[in-house]
């Protein structure tokens, strides 16, 4: 299959299979939106003669049976009974999300988290319950020797003597269990003090901080209890604490909403602070007003497609910017296996609840459907995670012939639950959204090739 498209008057191709990107001129690229599939020269010939002469199409022609040759284009599908044999080998948990609080200082109109407790009790994670998450990581991880935990909440820092405690037991796990545990944090960023920050960057290796841009955007959607914005703190303390981290990872990560869909205004204005690794995404749910709809789309891929060129132009000037959603690595990116089941939830990446209930992934904690066992018990319904690792761009229905595949791998399986109560099923917004962002990375690196 191949996918030929048009973003900013740049005619591009890609070989879905091989992953292979080409920049066209317009009759090739015609050529190769008539047929997605392969064909036949005779085919071609039917189809354009009139438009192009004859000499013309059969050269180009000739050029795409070269790469097709070469397996550049056209290419065959990649074996995919023997991808998912090998997918179905036990490799071992590989993260733990620990919901460290169910709680939060916020009030945020879009949280998933229903502002924090997730439409539970208000609780913080104990100790006991954090270290047997990471007694229960390190003895289901398989061969891995790296394995990841990340403290999430709700606001993960209210509960910050357990995070302090419960890193330094994972040291004298290590040492017990030859593991080597990666630590990370995401925070809203308005409790962070000169001790939390110190922590953070002596123990943690990447922290996300959330901060939807604009002082008018940020405010308007993630005040704090007493409806205070919370932008200028989040701003000043973020600032310090990226400024101290030594070049270790960090990035800011925003949302945004009906109310924004001049987004990329807020992508440049969090790169203006400062930030150079920033993350600006589509808020996820139906019913509220700033939810997006299919009649938000247009409005929204124009202004990816301008935030692209934007973008382009950005770090052309020397400018430093890594905009998360067109950062994808077209040359040493993720492995097959990575690409077809995305963030592995549910068998490789797990979340754990105060409680120290097992969830396939954080956006589920909360739903009694999708508890999966405790750390202390251990997994009692495995089939969940059976469920979860058959549901991959082979078997949903909407994916096996989409070009976008083996870039987006699936798409969210919580997005999918909570439009259409099936993780099989890929929200249709969101699909349209991630093409969007897929086409517009490509024709970033092709620009920057100079193609």
């Not at 191949?2 to 015609?30: C, K, M, P, Q, R």
């Not at 997605?36 to 004859?54: C, I």
């Not at 589509?282 to 019913?287: F, K, L, N, T, Y």
């Not at 209930?357 to 459907?369: L, T």
Request: charged share 25%; net charge negative.
């Amino acid at each position: 299959m191949v996918h030929a498209f048009e973003v900013n008057n740049y005619y591009i191709a890609l070989d879905v299979n091989s992953g292979s990107i080409h920049s066209l001129d317009e009759i090739t690229y015609n050529i190769l939106k008539a047929f997605p599939d392969d064909t036949t020269r005779e085919a071609v010939l039917k189809q354009f003669r009139g438009k192009y002469d004859e000499k013309t199409i059969n050269e180009v022609w000739d050029d795409i049976l070269e790469l097709k040759e070469a397996g550049l284009l056209y290419s065959k599908d990649l074996d995919e009974e023997r991808l998912l044999s090998q997918l179905h080998r036990d490799s071992g948990i590989k993260a733990l999300c620990l919901h460290a609080a169910h709680d939060c200082n916020l009030g945020c109109e879009y949280c998933f988290a229903s502002k924090g407790d997730y439409a539970t009790n208000r609780s913080l994670m104990s100790y006991e319950v954090a270290c047997k998450s990471l007694e229960f990581l390190a003895a289901n991880s398989g061969t891995r020797r790296n394995i990841e935990v990340d403290f999430f909440g709700g606001e993960p820092l209210l509960n910050f003597d357990v995070i302090k405690k419960t890193v330094a037991y994972g040291k004298e796990l290590e040492k017990r269990t030859n593991k080597k545990f990666y630590f990370t944090i995401t925070t809203n960023g308005t409790i962070l003090n000169d001790e939390i920050m110190d922590f953070i960057n002596e123990n943690m290796d990447n922290i996300v901080i959330s901060l939807d841009g604009r002082k008018e955007v940020n405010d308007a959607m993630r005040p704090d209890r007493g409806d205070h914005g919370t932008y200028d703190k989040i701003v000043s303390n973020a600032r310090k604490i990226v400024d101290s981290r030594d070049g270790k990872q960090y990035y800011m990560r925003g949302t945004f909403t009906a109310n924004n869909l001049d987004f990329g205004g807020d992508v440049f204005h969090i790169a203006n602070l400062g930030f150079k690794e920033v993350s600006v995404e589509p808020v996820v749910g139906s019913g509220e007003p700033f939810h997006l709809t299919m009649e938000h789309l247009p409005a929204i891929l124009e202004e990816y497609e301008k935030l692209a060129m934007e973008y382009l132009e950005y770090t052309e000037q020397g400018k430093e910017l890594n905009y998360y959603h067109f950062n994808i690595n077209l040359y040493d990116g993720p492995c097959i296996h990575r690409r077809i089941v995305a963030c592995g939830a549910g068998f490789e990446y797990l979340a754990v609840s105060p409680e120290g209930d097992i969830y396939p992934c954080h956006q589920f904690v909360g739903q009694p459907e999708f508890i999966m066992g405790n750390v202390y018990k251990g997994i009692d319904k495995p089939e969940l995670g059976v469920d979860f690792k058959d549901c991959n761009i082979f078997t949903k229905e909407e994916c096996s012939n989409c070009w976008a595949k083996y870039f987006c791998s699936g798409g969210c399986h919580a997005n999918a639950f909570f439009s259409y109560e099936d993780i099989h099923k890929p929200n249709e917004i969101a699909c349209i959204m991630q093409k969007k962002r897929i086409e517009c990375a490509m024709m970033v690196e092709v620009a920057r090739a100079g193609l």
